[in-house]
Structures are given as C-alpha cells and as structure tokens.
C-alpha cells in the first residue's frame, strides 16, 4: 500500500520562480526522502530528512517535515527549466525495510 | 560512478511468453529492489530482495517471480506474460539499512506486452 501523496498532481512555472511541492504519509516513518525522475529515465535521490530534523537544506532545494501532521514539503528555489521533471516522495514504515513511493508532482518550468 | 543497469530499455513481447528482466549493480549493496511503475499510479514495489537467495514480496507480487543467486544480480520474472504487464520497471539498490539510505535506481526498461 502506498504511503506518501504528493499534492499537486501537476505544477508549471516560470524560470526564476519557486517551486513548492507537498507530500502526506500515513503511518510513522524512520525518514523521508525526495526523488527526482526525468522524462523516462530512473529516480535520483534528491535529499533525505530523518523523522527528528525538521528542515534540511542542499543547494536550491530545502525541504521541511512536521511530523505531527504527517507532512513534507520541497521547495526548490530559483527554478530553471533543468529542474522540469517529476519529484517523489518515498517514506519508510518504522519497523520496515522498504520504502513507499508516492504518485509524484510533475514540475514544468518554462524558460 | 556508482551504477545499476538493467538489460534492456525497451522490450516487446506477446502475451504468454516468459520474461527475463535483469538488473546487476556494482556497488555491493544487499537490497535490492523491483517496482513497476504506471501512470497515477507512482511507483509500486513488486519484490526485493535483503540477501542472496532471499526475497520478499511487495505490495503487487502477483503474476511475477524473482531470483537472487549473485548479490550483485537480480532478475524479474514474468512466467506468463499478460497485457496488464505492460509498464516501466525499475531496479533499485541500497546498502543494509535502505531506511537510512537513499536508493540508486536503473535506467528502466519500457515491457510492451502484446
């Protein structure tokens, strides 16, 4: 069963923008990780956030988890039309092995 | 460069043949990982695998087999390939504690079953 939901299903900006993508989850996790895929081709971790930290930073992206809300969000900042791609949540159960994969924001970023 | 690779991009089939998917990863991770991936739908684990020999089952198991005789190595097996099949499916890799690791993904490979 899936765990993570990303909200909006689809995004589309301009260059230079923010881009801000949010994803729930359903039961308690060890960690959060976010993915990026091109059109196509496999996933690339992005960034992982452990369940005690609350914001992480790594170059333009900084992403955020509330626990008590089940919540994570991506921001990436200064987007460029490289950044165009579908981003993926994937959260782990505490006492599991695997990860859940969410259904992914597509992000347009128009030059 | 760390790398996981999978046999083939695009593969087609006709319905009822058995399918060999192969996925091999060159960083001595023992998870190893199979999900297909179908659109709205994200990414849903079929199988993976903590060790040699060993294996366990996803969330979408049904249908398929897998097989884990080299650590580097792990395939998908479609015994009876059926239309329904017809997805990307991606390989993954990650060291002992995949919770605490990010997961190294494959290329993909495109199964169109006719």
């Known amino acids: 069963s899936q765990q993570g939901e990303e909200d909006p299903q689809a995004l589309s900006i301009q260059e230079g923008e923010n881009a801000t993508m949010n994803c729930s989850y359903k039961?308690?996790?060890?960690?959060l990780q976010w993915y990026r895929q091109n059109s196509g081709r496999g996933l690339v971790h992005l960034i992982l956030i452990r369940s005690n930290e609350r914001e992480k930073h790594s170059g333009r992206l900084r992403v955020t988890l509330d626990t008590s809300k089940k919540s994570s969000s991506l921001l990436i900042t200064a987007s460029r039309a490289a950044d165009t791609a579908s981003y993926f949540c994937?959260?782990?159960?505490?006492?599991?092995?695997?990860?859940?994969f969410g259904t992914g924001t597509s992000l347009t970023v128009i030059p | 460069d760390v790398k996981v690779t999978q046999s083939s991009r695009y593969l087609v089939k006709r319905t009822g043949e058995k399918v060999f998917l192969e996925c091999v990863q060159d960083?001595?991770?023992?998870?190893m990982f199979w999900y297909r991936q179908d659109p709205g739908l994200g990414l849903r684990l079929i199988y993976f695998s903590y060790d040699v020999k060993m294996k366990e089952k996803g969330d979408i198991p049904e249908g398929y087999s897998v097989s884990r005789e080299k650590k580097e190595r792990f395939s998908l097996i479609l015994e009876s390939a059926s239309t329904n099949q017809t997805s990307m499916y991606l390989c993954a890799s990650s060291p002992r504690l995949a919770g605490n690791n990010e997961q190294f993904f494959g290329p993909g490979t495109r199964l169109t079953v006719l």
């Open positions: 994937a959260t782990d159960e505490r006492t599991g092995n695997q990860f859940y």
């Open positions: 039961t308690s996790i060890n960690n």
């Open positions: 960083m001595d991770h023992e998870n």
